[in-house]
């Protein structure tokens, strides 16, 4: 079965940390473009990052940049997103996808994993 996995996510204090991982099985990730997406509640789902398929460049929203990073092992066809200094509005379901963008030609999706900042 062809699937995204997203994993990783949960409970954090704000300035904590977390790191989501995005699996890929029956496919080889290494040949896509992989974005990180988030949509938070009563929100519209937004690109937040991006990793080109040898990691050459990555791209990243304002509202994340310095803060997240997008990594990938495609040895281990899984790409990763680091998330430092999380605030409140980090608050949202985070998928993965191989694609960059929302109007962008997508083949696969992930399920999506809550991450929740919180005091």
């Known amino acids: 079965q062809k699937q995204l996995v997203e994993s990783g996510g949960g409970l954090a204090q704000p300035g904590g940390s977390l790191s989501l991982s995005c699996v890929a099985s029956?496919?080889?990730?290494?040949?896509?473009?992989v974005g990180w997406f988030r949509q938070a509640p009563g929100k519209d789902r937004e690109d937040i990052a991006c990793?080109?398929?040898?990691?050459?460049?990555?791209t990243y929203r304002d509202s994340v940049k310095g803060r997240f990073t997008i990594s990938r092992d495609n040895s281990k066809n899984t790409v990763y997103l680091q998330m430092r200094n999380l605030k409140p509005d980090d608050t949202a379901v985070y998928y993965c996808?191989?694609?960059?963008?929302?109007?962008?030609?997508?083949?696969?999706w992930g399920l999506g994993t809550q991450v929740t900042v919180s005091s």
């Open positions: 990793i080109t398929p040898r990691a050459m460049s990555t």
């Open positions: 996808a191989t694609a960059c963008g929302l109007g962008d030609p997508i083949d696969y």
């Open positions: 029956g496919f080889d990730l290494g040949y896509y473009f």
